[in-house]
């Protein structure tokens, strides 16, 4: 992870679907903005959820329900949707109009 900041969608639990942002790609900075340890959920295979990994033992609250049933998970606290290259984070490729389309299709 470099210091450089990279295009995100940061969605907080209070909000339907988000905003459109730039974040620093730091270490610290991705845990200060998810709030503790950070965990890594893929989207697509250039697409990631970065959450709290501790959030749901912390009580954290829901934020969305990411996929279908059988096949969900429940992401609490705030997180960040970014793109992902090999090992390391960069813009976001998704476009505003088709994750708000994505949370929709999950049911949120």
């Known amino acids: ?15 339907k679907f988000g905003h459109v942002t730039h ?4 270490l ?4 200060r ?4 340890p950070i ?17 749901k033992l912390r009580g954290l609250q829901k934020n969305f329900i990411m996929g279908k049933v059988p096949f969900h998970d429940v ?4 997180c960040a949707i970014v793109g992902v290259d090999g090992e390391d984070f960069c813009d976001c490729p998704m476009e505003f109009s ?3 389309s994505l949370l929709l299709r999950w049911g949120n």
């Open 75 to 78: 992401i609490v606290g705030e």
């Open 98 to 100: 088709t994750w708000k």
């Open 1 to 15: 992870m470099s210091d450089a900041k990279i295009r995100a969608i940061v969605k907080r639990p209070d909000e």
């Open 33 to 36: 903005t998810v709030d503790g």
């Open 39 to 55: 965990q890594v959920v893929p989207i697509t295979q250039d697409t990631a959820c970065i959450c709290n990994e501790e959030g």
């Open 23 to 26: 974040i620093s790609c730091t």
């Open 28 to 31: 610290k900075n991705l845990q």
